[in-house]
């Protein structure tokens, strides 16, 4: 144990009772003497050998209302002990007092821990408040800390707190805080979330090893998993009032000495399965709905029974019902994507349906001036007189106003179809994922082909028609020009 090394420092001077204590920044030992024993410079200097080299020592002997005598390492043993030795000389029954301070230095998050009861002691000492700043103020530094046990002895375990051995060559992995205290954020109000940057997973443990501290470790994780699962969750001190509301609504007060540490780990398994992975809004709303269903009736937070299998079996029915709707959100999307490849076809064919009726009635209305023409003479000669041609150009210019304004018509249909397309795609986000969206929609392929068959569409039947046109135009003109010499 721990004890038996800082004992070795104790048992250099003659006691009748001494008070030891520990905490992150400072071992102190006072002891009450009455005798001296004289200590040679080798004894001292070996006392001091399981002192980790990143610390200090300070020895103060205080003879009566003297002045006191004191060491500072790395400083002179001999002349601490010379100084000694004249001073007890000089003593005249006077009672005598040492104070031993090992000054603890952090060093990359690794903070010594010389006496692991002692330092248990102290932290069951102090307020749950003051007990998260002592963490918290750590944590603000490093990302981790390190408690490094200066003698052999049992392991313990947090994502990012662990109680280790000398010499460990492995830190542990960052937590992405911020993102957890985000989500909490969202879904309930703390004063935890404001004054610390902790979360339930600097607490809970991720072995049973029996170090001492394991007990102080489960407490705060209960406390941190009740932080971020409940509605309103705060701190004063030692008390702790909450609010849950789920099928039950639920709200007291519970001092943290009453918190007992649970066996079954139910509020940390159940704050992991929410915020690890899926829908959050869905799993937070849900495990408060099986959270109230099980609280005791005594007050103190205590589960009955197993929640945590219950909320699996509810999620389980959750999901069923929610695959339904996914199911007929789905299809809805599917069948909307098929009205919209209707109406691609729709756009093209009533656009070249426009047009083959134009080209009919200029078709119609040459072939009726070439009949009237060869009825009234008999030949086919100066078909289209001056006044024929005129006319003919006015008709053919009607017929490409009609044109251009079909393709415009064309043109702005195809952007509020791009525009309806994209819309869709906007209101079933609040229903699935962008992922979802885009594997029904196969990434836009069936509206982008759309697109293009349009686009193609047009461009086709624009050259087609003015060439139409075009020889129309030419062909009247020419026949007039070709007979009128």
Known sequence: ?????????????????????????????????????????????????????????????????????????PDSVSDFLLNLTKAMAQREEEPIKVIISILKKQEAGCISIYSLNHFQSFLEGLSLHNLLS???????????????????????????????????????????????????????????????????????LESNTRSGLEDIFNRLAIIGSLAYLFDIFAVENSALQYKLNGYKS????????????????????????????????????????????????S????????????????????????????????????????????????????FAGNLQKSGLALISFYISVVILKVLSKDN??????????????????????????????LIEQKKRFSGHYFDLRRRYLDLLDTQDIDRILNNNREFLQDMDFIKAKLRRYSCMWLTFLILLFLTTWFLFLWYRE
């Open 299 to 350: 007050g103190n937070i205590t589960l009955s029974g197993s929640p945590y299998s219950s909320l699996f079996s509810a999620y389980k029915v959750y999901e069923k019902e929610n695959i339904k709707q996914y199911i007929s959100v789905r299809n809805s999307l599917s069948d909307q994507l098929l009205n919209f490849h209707d109406r691609a076809n729709s756009l093209t064919e009533s």
């Open 380 to 409: 086919l000669i100066n078909v289209f007189t001056f006044d024929t041609s005129v006319f003919s150009s006015v008709i053919l210019l009607c017929s490409f106003i009609f044109f251009w304004f079909s393709r415009w018509e």
């Open 134 to 204: 002592q963490f918290n103020e750590f944590l603000q530094n490093t990302s981790y800390i390190l408690l490094e046990n200066q003698v052999t002895g049992a392991e313990i375990r947090t994502a990012s707190i662990w109680l280790v051995n000398k010499n460990n060559n492995t830190i542990p992995a960052v937590i992405d805080r911020s993102k957890i205290i985000s989500l909490a954020q969202t879904a309930g109000h703390s004063n935890l979330f404001a004054e610390f940057q902790l979360v339930p997973d600097d607490f809970i």
């Open 250 to 297: 639920i709200q007291g007060a519970v001092d943290f000495s009453e918190i007992k540490a649970d066996k079954g780990h139910q509020y940390e398994l159940i704050y992991h399965w929410v915020y690890n992975s899926g829908n959050f809004n869905d799993k937070i709303g849900l495990a408060r709905n099986i959270i109230s269903l099980h609280l005791t009736p």
């Open 1 to 73: 144990m721990s004890e038996l090394s800082v004992q070795t420092l104790i048992n250099l001077f003659e006691h009748q009772q001494y008070l030891l204590t520990e905490n992150f920044n400072e071992v102190k030992i006072i002891l009450a003497a009455n005798s001296y024993k004289e200590v040679d410079a080798q004894t001292f200097d070996a006392s001091l050998v399981f002192i980790n080299a990143r610390d200090k020592v300070q020895v103060s002997v205080i003879i009566g209302d003297n002045d006191p005598i004191d060491y500072y390492s």
